[in-house]
């Protein structure tokens, strides 16, 4: 198992990761698609940490570092979009993915690094939890648009 960041090479592996979350179609890979994905690739500030078990990726998350006015201009990061093949669940792989996007947090001066969860499940709860995050410090609020 390798845990890296993610190449340009990478992208239809994440795709077909990505299916795992909220059941999310494979898109089609248009002139939009990869423009996005030239863009997300390029951004100093976008990491997409994979984990790589013999050449197929099958664990991600999103850690995005943002640039911050307040709390001496230290930025802070968020994690986004962990995911992982349920072969592949319960192996400490995403938990890996999650130290990684604390690694780059750590390396950025962030002084936090937040992520939320749609999850109820006291299993994925948990999981968080022993990954060093909290959910007594503040509250989450979402506005979907």
């Not at 940490?49 to 943002?66: F, K, M, P």
């Not at 690094?113 to 006291?122: A, E, P, Y």
């Amino acid at each position: 198992m390798t845990i890296r960041e993610a190449e340009k090479s990478d992208l239809n592996c994440l795709l077909e990761l990505y299916t795992h979350l909220h059941n999310n179609p494979v898109p089609p890979k248009d002139d939009k698609l990869l423009s996005l994905w030239n863009s997300i690739v390029s951004d100093t500030n976008h990491h997409i940490i994979v984990a790589d078990v013999d050449g197929r990726i099958v664990s991600s998350c999103v850690c995005v570092i943002i640039p911050n006015l307040t709390h001496n201009q230290q930025p802070y990061a968020l994690i986004e979009n962990v995911v992982t093949a349920p072969d592949f669940q319960c192996q400490g792989l995403a938990t890996a993915c999650l130290d990684f996007a604390k690694e780059i947090a750590l390396k950025e001066n962030c002084y936090k690094l937040m992520l939320m969860t749609g999850s109820q499940k006291d299993s994925t709860l948990n999981f968080y939890r022993r990954a060093g995050y909290n959910s007594n410090d503040k509250t989450a609020f979402i506005q979907w648009i």
